[in-house]
């Protein structure tokens, strides 16, 4: 040990460039994470989880959910749409415009496109082809706009409609957004989750609606009790060769309805800054319609 | 075993190796250089230099701009949004008013009107005094204070948004309100601290 501080300053330098990157790094750039704003709605997001919701999350933390479902979406592109609003009143050169931005269509296709508006005159496009293709229907008298689309595996199983953000977290903790995918990813499994019961029958038992599934029962997180009476409206139906003895019935107890309402509050779908999605068009008239929930003039697919 | 061997063990063996001085070989640092050349291309290309609103696939925050949601020209969308927050807690989010706080907007003639003149002057200086709309009078002891008194408060562009959103939506038919006639307006009132009157705005001309 003739370089003794030559050794200590080394393993110095080594732990406190690790800690630099791995520790302050990531504190300095989101440590003060403040509530954003959806665009263009301006909605407040996050928004904190419902109570009950708050509650479930423990019983996924306690249950070890996180162990085999992800909760992190990934994206590795992004692109753009263009949709064909308002068709104005020159078809004729309309026509002609679509039909050099589309070689692959007859004319008789694109006449049936300018019948049937909105519709995706382009589809996965770049954002610069994209505005360049608006432009173009813009001299053809057509209001045109760009829809931004992101794609990745995970989007194309339907597992979000945009990567995850850290804003998608920011009211949760501990945040579990899981490491390993035995389970699909849950970021947005309040959004396609059929109903409550099917929900509380997956925990029971997974494998009566997916067959095969490896997921374990979580049978302690239901009561099986004497049916006094008339059987209770929370009972669990459909549950197969999972059914319990005649006179008895299934209901979920108090974690399992927080877990569920858990499971319904994740969803990580809204368009933000950081991670631009295009749901719907802007509601210039119709202000009856639920602000940016439904896409009023989606592209059709 | 013998006693000698037991008293002096290091004898028999070979001294300590030490490290001595050595030069670092000249292909090491070319390679390193290289490596932390090559490392500060990549971060600077992918990192977005550390910026919270970068994210991956995106590379800097220059790009995830361009994705950004732009109409070019005013923005009912935006104008709704900052409706709901500044206007409709009087006006309510349906426009047709609240008793007792503001008259309605949806079919208002005020609103409705062919010019903006009159419309803009309304937010940006308060209204003050008995007011006619859709035939029926309404009076305010307080009036209508200026919401948008100050470009801090609601930007040109916010309150060219908002006038478009009210002048279109539930019905209303109106043209859009451009960025130009705000801005130019609220220029030439820039100066004044009391309310509008009813009075003065109908010596106003509708269009200017």
């Keep these: ?301 | 075993m013998s006693e000698t061997v037991h008293s002096n063990p290091a004898a028999s063996e070979p001294t300590e190796p030490k490290a001595a001085r050595r030069a670092v070989p000249v292909w090491l640092l070319v390679l390193l250089f290289l490596l932390i050349y090559w490392g500060f291309i990549y971060f600077d290309q992918r990192s977005g230099w550390c910026s919270p609103v970068v994210y991956g696939p995106y590379h800097s925050a220059e790009e995830v701009d361009l994705y950004q949601y732009k109409v070019e020209g005013p923005d009912p969308a935006n104008g709704r949004a900052a409706f709901e927050k500044y206007c409709s807690l009087c006006h309510n989010t349906d426009g047709a008013g609240k008793p007792g706080q503001a008259p309605p907007l949806a079919g208002s003639e005020w609103v409705n009107a062919a010019g903006v003149n009159r419309l803009i002057r309304i937010p940006v200086l308060g209204l003050t005094g008995q007011i006619e709309v859709n035939g029926k009078p309404y009076d305010f002891p307080a009036g209508m204070t200026p919401i948008a008194a100050s470009r801090e408060a609601i930007p040109d562009k916010d309150l060219s948004d908002i006038l478009t959103y009210v002048r279109q939506a539930w019905g209303n038919k109106g043209a859009p309100v451009t960025l130009e006639q705000v801005k130019a307006i609220r220029d030439e009132v820039a100066n004044r601290s009391t309310q509008l009157t009813v009075k003065e705005l109908k010596e106003l001309p509708e269009t200017k």
């Excluded at chain 1, 019983?59 to 162990?67: D, E, F, L, P, S």
């Excluded at chain 1, 038992?205 to 409206?233: C, N, T, W």
């Design chain 1, 1 to 301: 040990m003739n370089y003794g501080p030559l050794v200590f300053l080394a393993a110095f330098f080594a732990l406190a460039t690790s800690w630099v990157g791995f520790v302050l790094g990531p504190q300095l750039q989101v440590g003060q994470f403040q509530p954003t704003n959806t665009v263009p709605t301006r909605a407040d997001y996050p928004v904190a989880r419902p109570g009950l919701a708050r509650q479930g999350l423990d019983v996924y933390r306690a249950n070890g959910c996180a162990y085999c479902h992800s909760q992190q979406v990934g994206q590795t592109g992004t692109v753009c749409d263009v949709s064909l609003g308002e068709a104005g009143t020159n078809q004729a050169a309309l026509t002609a415009v679509i039909l050099k931005l589309r070689p692959d269509w007859s004319e008789t296709q694109a006449k049936e496109a300018l019948g049937s508006l909105p519709k995706a005159v382009l589809q996965s496009v770049s954002l610069a082809q994209a505005q360049a293709a608006v432009k173009e229907l813009a001299v053809g008298g057509a209001k045109a706009s760009v829809w931004v689309v992101p794609v990745g595996p995970d989007i194309g199983r339907a597992w979000g409609k945009r990567r995850s953000v850290a804003e998608d977290f920011l009211y949760d903790y501990p945040v579990m957004p899981g490491s390993l995918r035995v389970g699909p990813d849950l970021a947005n499994v309040g959004a396609r989750l059929p109903d409550a019961n099917w929900a509380f029958r997956h925990l029971y038992a997974a494998q009566i609606d997916a067959k095969g599934s490896v997921m374990p029962r979580y049978p302690y997180l239901f009561e099986q009790r004497k049916i006094d009476h008339s059987p209770s409206p929370e009972a669990l139906t459909s549950l197969q060769q999972f059914a319990p003895p005649s006179g008895y019935e299934v209901v979920p107890t108090e974690e399992a309805r927080a877990l569920v309402a858990y499971l319904f509050s994740l969803r990580a779908d809204a368009p933000l800054y950081v991670a631009p999605l295009t749901v719907a068009s802007a509601p210039a008239t119709d202000t009856n319609a639920a602000a940016g929930t439904t896409p009023t003039n989606a592209p059709a697919k």
